[in-house]
């Protein structure tokens, strides 16, 4: 094992330092993601939601980004076009580009030329306020340019980084090069000041690693993808400067106090590690790198094991938004940033393409439905920047926030949903969500059309049509969600209580298939025809999750879930409370769907001891009453109150007008 | 009134730009303060605290400054009398400045050699790291001197300011000029940059105002409070610079929003509000300037009448450790910086000197007993940085901190508690807090012996003995607390509930004695003789106080208070719970000195509703049950759990197992 590794870092070195990289070993990638262009989603739950994105967030985005915020004038006033001064925070040019992104997505899945003259407009405005050199970032030219890459906390690079993400996404969407080559400029620039020999540079705030591999995958030019490996390779060394804020905070904040390869254990601010293991992982799948991917696992195994929610939400701690102590996750101060549940998508893809294992798209699935979506209102135009698992009704859906990141983010990860449902490799495909959409895909001659009809989350059948244009012999993988077989998430932070084995069953044009187990794939190897549909069926039963003790935060309390969604009570439902209820052990559950309710949901309900106030407010009683939860994505949608996800199931302590 | 403030102006534009300052007006002030090296305080509550600060509380601000962090190391290597690198945050100079600072005070107050060698080994390495422009800061010298003074949220001032306290402090204790010829460079220094036609300069964290009044009235030296007068006026009109990280933060962060004399409210930064306008009345004393005195008077409405603590702490939120909106007064999230009470003391101080009002006093007295001392253990080695006014047990009190302002501060207050015992001017003595104490004063051309004898806070008899060497006339102006005439507070924002007219008595020589009112003090105009004696005798009932119905955090609410002290619920008196206590509104209270209890303090009990769980733990049930509450400032003293300021009159909501 060790040889191999030892034999594969030599392979890379030579490859990196000679400036080419070529496939001759076996890549790690097990499989590439059917890319969301060629995803056509028609599915109930998700359609409306891109749908809303399209014409509600992304309007919304736009209003602030241009009207109601400076970001736009920043970059007027930048090219010498407008008079003024910078306003804003220095990071703020990165909500332009991630609004561009999204953008980029929707008129992709559904052109808008309306949409795509607004984003020729900025894109116009971003390109004259780009200095000669290919420097580009409107607070320091206006600030002053003796400044710029002196303070590696200035987010210059993540800035350049979801530039270049932009770039990418709206070149592929329109054909258009402007922003590409503008964003190429910038890279040669960012080039040209740092990599060996030159000087040193970690990024501050992760992103411009894993948008380098976007470049160069676009580009075909191996010099970005050897400067993102050059970027993970500099962390933990000691050579971060400027910080002039930051410097009392512990390297670990930006995860620069190790080198990437040795990193144990996740640390610091959840976003930044997020996109900096994405990188990681995507740079290691070009330089088959596998002392990445074996960090990359490590800290994946931190992660589930002792620092994440039952929300897929990460980053306990508002302090540093991200990371406390193992197993710090308290309910009602959890921070759970909308942007760390994306980048918990974005980094899960990545491992499952790297490892073929269904556990990640497990945990992806579990971040994108709960943690994630959470964060988008069902209007579409408000949002959570934090995503706590308990409210006393302090929270409230916002319109925009100071500091941007979220809306945006939720938004881009909407619009590209269909990334995340089918892979393929040369002799399979991959089923990993359970989508309502078509797909097709080239298996040697044959082209496959999928299609995937289901009324996922609420209901656990499946169909999936498989249409080669010839007979063809390939397997085709559908995940087994580690939830519909006895385990809510991968590792031991939680786990199902009073679990009995379910049936889950997969048939063939109406008879059960034959099928083998791997990774979490039932892979089911046919000769496919015109016609042919595979019926997966997953139970959807209302489970009890408690997690393990040394969480203390939810000690002696339960969980609902439901298929892959995590359930709430909200005090809207409830008589206006939710943080006076029990969940016995013995509780029994009943489930429906309730099509007005909350754009429609599965309600599920139970009876339970609830504690009563008396009428004159001197006393309290314990009564029997019913109970209704739902999911959490859809909380606070309906005004400000309390919500509970854990509930206990015995009564330890009271407390009086919290 | 407009004419006469015009008048005041001009002449300060004209002494001011004259370089000269004059008593030629009538001061503003009424009367100044018997510094606290003429005070012996025997005190039985507050003799034990001054001396576990001279041998437990320097002790650990040794240890810490010296030993466990690099503090004093940061000089050595500065100096270059050992190698390294700077470690810590850029304002860790200051803790060891401040840690002087206390030390100065405490042996001048009881001469301890081994201390004051510590001291002048300390000063040794502080004079040695001075660069010989006058220039010292151990984060620059060892960083790159060519940052210096360019980003005015770095602290080089706050630090400066902190040096001549220091300075000041320990010149006055020993006579020693080392460190004041070291501050003297420094404040040479900053004055060869900064002022009129020469660089703007707004303070990053206010301080160097208040220190520089220090310097001047030390050293005559009438630059050093033209200096800290343009100080203040340089603030609000834009001037600042650098603030690197900080950009982002509304200026009102730092109070730089509008000129100090235009304030109307208090924003941001509680404990840079605090040093800013204690400095602002400190220049105003001498410079006789109404605009400012005004500008105090305003704000203090501000704080008083809408973003005050019952327990005189100030600033609620953690995020800017400051204030948010008026009103915003959450008791469990109270951040309450110990940092800021010992500023409110400062500042009310100041206001009462100049206005001769008693109610700056009631506030001093507030905050000193509760908000402050809560700071302090009473093992007198772990410290609280905020100050909560209600705990679900996750509140601890620490050893030190990363950010190590509150130990020293709390040290140095204690220290020099002498301070705010007694006032006098020409013709007249005050008395403002009643502490077993001795001091002397010249009226005319006696000499008057004054001591006070009494167990306060837990007894409101205070006897007052007057010994002058010969037989004088004069008036002894003896402070009525609000809280003993009905107002626990100046302003609106708390009041007693079910108060009764209490009886306060005064006597001469065990006779009534006729007395005046005025600004809050009983005024006893008396020709003086050896072995006079004033009784004061204050009602010590306790009082049931509720909040104005616009201070969400209190509806429904009452908390206690006795003579000065607010109390608590804590967990540990009342069978490990303290949020499942009612206080109904016919609740009545006994008290009793408990002398084995925390050191000694009154508690107070009363008959009230407590929600109690079942043993299977599925249901709650309401029973009467004495409760026991102590004074605030003793809480977590045994540990940490439950504690509660504002107790419920009526049951709203319950949550469970919190």
Redesign the interface.
């Known amino acids: 094992m060790k040889n191999k590794i030892y034999y594969r870092l030599i392979i890379s070195v030579i490859l990196l330092s000679s400036g080419h990289f070529s496939y001759a070993q076996v890549p790690l990638r097990q499989f590439e993601p059917i890319g969301f262009a060629q995803v056509q989603i028609d599915d109930s739950f998700w359609k409306p939601k891109i749908d809303k994105v399209a014409t509600v967030t992304l309007q919304a985005c736009i209003n602030y980004t241009e009207y109601k915020t400076p970001r736009i004038r920043n970059f007027e006033i930048a090219a010498g076009k407008r008079k003024g001064k910078f306003e804003?925070?220095?990071y703020d040019d990165s909500d332009v580009y991630k609004a561009l992104e999204a953008i980029s997505y929707s008129i992709k899945n559904h052109h808008d030329s309306l949409l795509e003259q607004k984003a020729d407009e900025w894109i116009d405005k971003i390109a004259a306020a780009q200095l000669k050199d290919g420097y580009i970032n409107t607070y320091f030219t206006l600030n002053g340019l003796d400044k710029r890459w002196t303070?590696m906390?200035?987010h210059e690079d993540y800035n350049g980084g979801h530039l270049i993400e932009a770039a990418v996404a709206y070149y592929n969407a329109t054909g258009k090069r402007k922003l590409l080559d503008v964003t190429i400029r910038f890279a040669d620039h960012f080039d040209s000041l740092f990599g060996p020999g030159k000087r040193h540079w970690v990024t501050g705030h992760e992103e411009l690693e894993l948008a380098l591999v976007k470049l160069y995958k676009t580009t075909n030019d191996s010099r970005y993808l050897k400067l993102a490996n050059w970027l993970l390779e500099e962390r933990g060394h000691g050579y971060a400067y400027g910080y002039?804020?930051?410097?009392?905070k512990d390297t670990a904040y930006a995860q620069d106090k190790t080198p990437v390869r040795d990193t144990k254990e996740i640390t610091g601010h959840a976003v930044r590690a997020m996109y900096l293991y994405t990188g990681a992982a995507d740079v290691a799948s070009f330089t088959n790198d596998d002392g990445y991917v074996n960090a990359m696992k490590t800290v994946w195994d931190d992660v589930v094991n002792r620092n994440m929610y039952l929300t897929g939400g990460i980053g306990s701690s508002g302090n540093n938004e991200g990371f406390s102590v193992d197993y710090d996750l308290p309910n009602e101060q959890a921070y759970c940033e909308t942007c760390a549940s994306v980048g918990m998508v974005l980094w899960n893809q990545r491992m499952n393409l790297l490892t073929g294992e269904s556990k990640y798209i497990d945990v992806l699935e579990r971040s994108l439905y709960n943690g994630a979506l959470d964060g988008l209102s069902l209007s579409g135009d408000h949002f959570f920047y934090g995503n706590p698992l308990a409210s006393?009704g302090k929270n409230a859906r916002r319109e925009w926030f100071?500091?941007a990141c979220c809306p945006a983010n939720i938004a881009r990860l909407v619009a590209s949903l269909g990334n995340y449902i089918y892979a393929k490799n040369d002799t399979a495909i991959w089923v990993n969500l359970f989508v309502g959409s078509k797909t097709s895909a080239k298996i040697g001659r044959s082209t496959i059309n999928v299609e995937q009809q289901t009324n996922y989350p609420w209901d656990g059948n499946i169909k999936i049509h498989m249409d080669p244009d010839k007979k063809t012999k390939f397997a085709l993988h559908v995940r087994i969600p580690g939830w519909a077989s006895g385990k809510p998430v991968p590792g031991d932070l939680y786990h199902f209580i009073n679990y009995s084995d379910k049936k889950i069953s997969l048939y063939i044009n109406g008879k059960e298939a034959p099928y083998t187990n791997d990774k979490g794939y039932a892979i089911i190897n046919h000769e496919w025809k015109k016609g042919d549909i595979v019926e997966l069926n997953l139970p959807m039963d209302v489970e009890k999750i408690a997690a393990k003790e040394t969480v203390t935060a939810d000690s002696?309390?339960i969980a609902l879930q439901r298929g892959p969604l995590v359930y709430c009570v909200e005090g809207v439902d409830n008589n206006g409370?939710a943080?006076?209820?029990?969940l016995?052990d013995n509780a029994t559950f009943t489930s429906s769907f309730e099509k007005d309710l909350l754009n429609g949901v599965t309600v599920i309900k139970t009876e339970a001891?609830v504690?009563t106030?008396?009428n004159?407010?001197?006393?309290?009683?314990?009564t029997n009453k019913t109970i209704t939860a739902i999911p959490y994505y859809a909380w606070c949608n309906r005004g400000s109150n309390d919500m509970e996800v854990w509930l206990?199931t015995?009564?330890?302590?009271?407390?009086?007008?919290?």
């Open positions: 804003g925070i220095f303070d906390s200035m002039t804020w930051t410097d009392w006393t100071g500091t002696g309390r409370h943080l006076n209820i029990l016995p001891p504690i106030v008396s004159d407010g001197l006393s309290v009683t314990t206990p015995k009564i330890k302590n009271v407390r009086l007008n919290y």
